[in-house]
């Protein structure tokens, strides 16, 4: 029945989403599966045929692919794209049919899946309502990837290239990656950058420069990040690296690069309902931002990085009690001026990137006898499973942490420091745990590239 006052229902276009990549090529989480190329183009086509149909609102579908084929039509009649659980895939039809039916509209379209369209057309016909079926999405066949683009990652722990296949929808597939360890947050002696360093800095760049080209990159981006922003000779590092890349190198400041990461986090990890925290630990930094599916609401860096702590507290190995307390006690005092800010927007849970979380999670998974899988995103490692693997990170020596089941060499001297700043932060923010996703950054920065944030 209509609310008093409400416009009547009157015409309902139930439009499939558009052509999305393949299920059995897609790794990350089936909700965020994006458009291809292909439909993108039939987007634009929806949103041309129904540009004089008389839509007043327009809804749709949670999953990433209906938002991308909602996204023209919205833009073009200038109306606000509504989003909607009750259209999510394997929603019952009375919850769509209730959504549809509280639109305060005469003619609405509606983004959605084609099991629900099937169901919802027959009760809206019962209804009186005029129900228009579009399905543009059946169309198969492979598509080339858009563009290749390159990223070269500045950061305090190591310079990172990343070479991926990237199309305007989203889908970025890494086509080649790249590490070169220089822990510039350990080497900034009176907050300058050793000149010895800063030439293997340059060296790095060019040689990363030379790999993206190598794979017929068409774009290389460079970004700095903590280490070059805060060391006092950083300014004219960065122009030295920029120089050599042929490419000026985007110095990010941290709230900036909180940002970058977050976008990333949507297109990877599949966000629950309301608010979470996303975190960003890295060499010089960690990166904490609050933001849900649409829009980033705070954001803050702190000087908590893992090669910064490390270098300035950890002298020992194994560290002592005193090491092990005090790096606890700068994330505590790092973090409780920023406690009220991040909990006034209750964040339902938290989310974290980067090298040392990635690592961590290889060797959770180990731990738990589990076999490796191909990444680790979306692992959940709760709070109490958290602080007993870095009880025994801490107590270990550098060579029995190689001896561990699933330890990365290159971080074995890092990861118990990184394991407390991971653990104090969840105490202190009040954390159950943390889902790791293994993207971060880089993707940001290729998504931002693509304008698919």
């Known amino acids: 029945?209509?609310?008093?006052?409400?416009?009547?229902?009157?015409k309902v276009f139930l439009i499939r989403h558009a052509k999305a990549e393949k299920l059995s090529a897609w790794d990350g989480p089936e909700p965020l599966r994006p458009l291809t190329p292909r439909g993108l183009r039939q987007a634009e086509e929806i949103a041309a045929s129904l540009a004089k149909s008389g839509v007043?609102?327009?809804?749709?579908?949670?999953?990433?692919?209906?938002?991308?084929?909602?996204?023209?039509?919205?833009?073009r009649l200038g109306l606000r794209l509504v989003v909607d659980e009750r259209?999510?895939?394997g929603e019952p039809p009375a919850k769509a049919l209730e959504c549809l039916r509280e639109k305060n509209a005469s003619a609405v379209a509606c983004f959605s899946h084609r099991a629900l369209h099937e169901e919802l057309a027959g009760e809206l016909a019962e209804l009186g309502v005029d129900v228009q079926l579009v399905d543009r999405g059946a169309a198969e066949g492979e598509e080339l990837p858009a563009h290749r683009l390159a990223v070269i990652d500045l950061g305090s722990t190591s310079f990172h290239l990343l070479v991926a296949d990237a199309t305007a929808a989203g889908r970025l597939t890494p086509v080649h990656s790249e590490r070169v360890m220089l822990r510039l947050g350990a080497a900034l002696p009176g907050g300058r950058i050793p000149a010895d360093v800063g030439e293997r800095a340059v060296e790095a760049a060019l040689a990363l420069g030379a790999a993206a080209r190598e794979h017929r990159a068409e774009q290389v981006i460079a970004v700095g990040t903590a280490a070059l922003r805060d060391a006092a000779n950083g300014s004219a590092l960065t122009r030295e690296i920029g120089q050599a890349l042929g490419t000026p190198v985007r110095m990010l400041r941290g709230e900036e690069e909180a940002r970058l990461i977050f976008s990333a986090f949507r297109r990877r990890v599949w966000m629950p309902r309301g608010r979470i925290l996303g975190a960003d630990l890295g060499g010089g930094s960690l990166e904490l931002a609050v933001g849900d599916a649409h829009a980033v609401f705070y954001e803050t860096t702190l000087a908590l990085g893992v090669t910064r702590l490390h270098s300035q507290i950890v002298k020992s190995d194994p560290m002592t009690s005193a090491e092990a307390?005090?790096?606890?006690?700068?994330?505590?005092?790092?973090?409780?001026?920023?406690?009220?800010?991040?909990?006034?927007?209750?964040?339902?849970a938290c989310v974290v990137a980067g090298g040392t979380a990635r690592a961590y999670?290889?060797?959770?998974?180990?731990?738990?006898?589990?076999?490796?899988?191909?990444?680790?995103?979306?692992?959940?490692?709760?709070l109490e499973e958290l602080r007993d693997t870095t009880e025994r990170l801490?107590?270990?020596?550098?060579?029995?942490?190689?001896?561990?089941?699933?330890?990365?060499?290159?971080?074995?001297?890092?990861?118990?420091?990184?394991?407390?700043?991971?653990?104090?932060?969840?105490?202190?923010?009040?954390?159950?745990?943390?889902?790791?996703?293994?993207?971060?950054?880089r993707e940001g920065v290729l998504l931002e590239a693509l304008g698919a944030t």
């Not at 307390?325 to 339902?348: C, D, G, S, Y």
């Not at 699933?406 to 653990?423: I, S």
Request: glycine share 6%; net charge positive.
């Open 1 to 10: 029945m209509q609310r008093r006052g409400s416009t009547l229902l009157q």
């Open 56 to 75: 007043r609102r327009i809804v749709a579908s949670p999953f990433l692919r209906c938002r991308q084929t909602a996204a023209p039509l919205a833009t």
């Open 87 to 89: 259209l999510a895939d």
């Open 325 to 348: 307390a005090e790096v606890r006690k700068q994330v505590r005092a790092q973090l409780a001026p920023k406690l009220r800010h991040i909990h006034a927007h209750a964040p339902v």
């Open 361 to 382: 999670g290889w060797l959770v998974t180990a731990l738990r006898g589990l076999r490796p899988a191909r990444t680790v995103n979306h692992l959940e490692i709760p």
């Open 394 to 441: 801490v107590r270990s020596t550098h060579a029995e942490r190689l001896r561990m089941p699933g330890m990365r060499r290159r971080r074995a001297d890092l990861l118990p420091t990184g394991g407390l700043v991971l653990t104090a932060a969840a105490e202190c923010l009040e954390l159950d745990g943390y889902t790791i996703t293994d993207w971060g950054l």
